[in-house]
């Protein structure tokens, strides 16, 4: 009997070389598994199935896990206001485990010896596969094509053309990745460091050209409600507020940062949703949360962030990061007013219960209430008094 190997599969240039090629080079009966983060619709994952088959897949299964993937790490990157290097929504960076997780069950379900994944050897997604299925199953063998063999996107395409795999080759120029929580478009251009994406190489185009004001309601910092509607999930309603922003081209930009390998690496991205969810968050926090509690959580957050880049979300770390950041959402509720625009966004502004600008103690820039002027008088005298004494000490030093 030839042995199984399960491989994660998305239906690109890359899973689509692995299914051949390890089929037809090495032997193996190959098993198909599409772990869907929310970017897939059913017609799409129809299609990847009927794709798989096509090229050699012995068995092929559509994984769901969008409810998981919101649930154990979208929300915290939401109470965190997660941005890497303050651009990226880490979308691919996030679902990536969690495909690997759904993966690697897979293939101890169907008693696989192997499983493989179609990451090259230059970019972060090879160490998050192949970490995830050592900590979870390190008696399954792993096997990676593309960054064994080294392959360009042309050598595998002329591979797939060698072996009668009729595809649409011109659309593959890119490496696409759809989710929940964003869709990555690398290739060409951002191979690059002066060049930027055309308009066409970015999967949903602008087609909304009128301004449209959304209302976000949130409780305990998540996502409730748009226009006063409710959903039946946290993945759902991310859904629907990217099919209202998308149209407006939304969230696009190129992502420029430091690989977990050590490289410098360029990704473009298009993530209407995440950006103005986040941005929209961050806004009612600033009325809701305190001095204190947005530093603290601000640098909690990066660490998140930077730990689910760099693959270490089975860290135990991150399951008490999420407690804190859990915990810091009990008062930010609320709404938040936002103007869609093409290509832009604008945040109007909030209405909270919980808004600490709504006090007795004074208006900014205009009039106190609580204190006068000796009381200020006296708190900056006191406030001084350590600066005084550094100054005073080292004067002829200065």
């Known amino acids: 009997m030839k042995e199984k190997v399960v491989l994660a599969f998305s239906g690109g240039l890359d899973t689509s070389f692995c299914v051949k090629y390890l089929s037809e080079e090495k032997g193996f009966d190959v098993y198909t598994a599409v772990a869907n983060t929310g970017g897939f619709s059913e017609e799409e994952l129809d299609a990847i199935e009927e794709r798989a088959y096509k090229l050699g897949s012995k068995g092929h299964v559509s994984l769901d896990i969008t409810d998981e993937y919101y649930n154990k ?31 690697i069950e897979h293939a101890k379900k169907i008693d696989a010896q192997y499983v493989a994944h179609g990451s090259t050897g230059a970019g972060n997604d090879q160490v998050r596969f192949d970490l995830t299925f050592q900590v979870l199953a390190p008696e399954i063998k792993i096997l990676t094509p593309i960054r064994d ?22 659309k593959m120029q890119y490496s696409i990745n759809q989710g929940l929580w964003g869709t990555s478009i690398g290739g060409k251009e951002t191979l690059t460091s002066n060049k930027s994406l055309p308009e066409e190489a970015y999967p949903k185009q602008l087609k909304a050209f009128d301004n449209k004001v959304v209302e ?12 006063g509607k409710t959903f039946s999930s946290g993945a759902k309603i991310i859904q629907v507020l990217e099919e209202i922003a998308a149209p407006y081209a939304i969230g ?7 690989t977990i ?52 979300y089975l860290d135990p770390v991150m399951r008490n990061i999420e407690v804190f950041l859990e915990n810091s959402q009990d008062n930010v509720t609320g709404k938040v007013f936002v103007k869609l625009k093409p290509y832009q966004f604008e945040l109007q502004g909030i209405n909270s219960d919980h808004d600490l600008m709504n ?31 550094f100054h005073s ?5 200065q």
């Open 261 to 312: 390998i050590g490289i410098k690496g360029r990704v473009g991205f298009e993530a209407a949703a995440p950006l103005i969810t986040i941005k929209a968050h961050h806004l009612l926090e600033k009325h809701t949360l305190t001095k204190w509690q947005m530093y603290w959580k601000e640098q909690l957050s990066n660490w998140y962030g930077m730990f689910l880049h760099e693959s270490m």
């Open 149 to 170: 063999l080294q392959l360009s996107r042309q050598e595998e395409i002329d591979y797939l053309k060698k072996h009668g795999v009729q595809e649409n080759y011109e």
């Open 359 to 389: 006090s007795d103690f004074g208006d900014y820039g205009e009039m106190s209430k609580a204190f006068t002027g000796e009381d200020v008088k006296g708190f900056t005298s006191i406030l001084a008094t350590s600066l005084k004494i």
């Open 73 to 103: 790490c979208i929300r915290y990157m939401v109470y965190g206001n997660v941005l890497r290097n303050n651009t990226y929504p880490i979308s691919v960076s996030s679902e990536r485990v969690f495909q690997a997780i759904a993966t």
């Open 393 to 397: 000490v080292n004067k002829k030093k």
């Open 252 to 258: 696009r930009d190129i992502h420029v940062g430091d």
């Open 216 to 227: 976000l309601e949130f409780e305990k910092g998540e996502l409730k409600a748009i226009d």
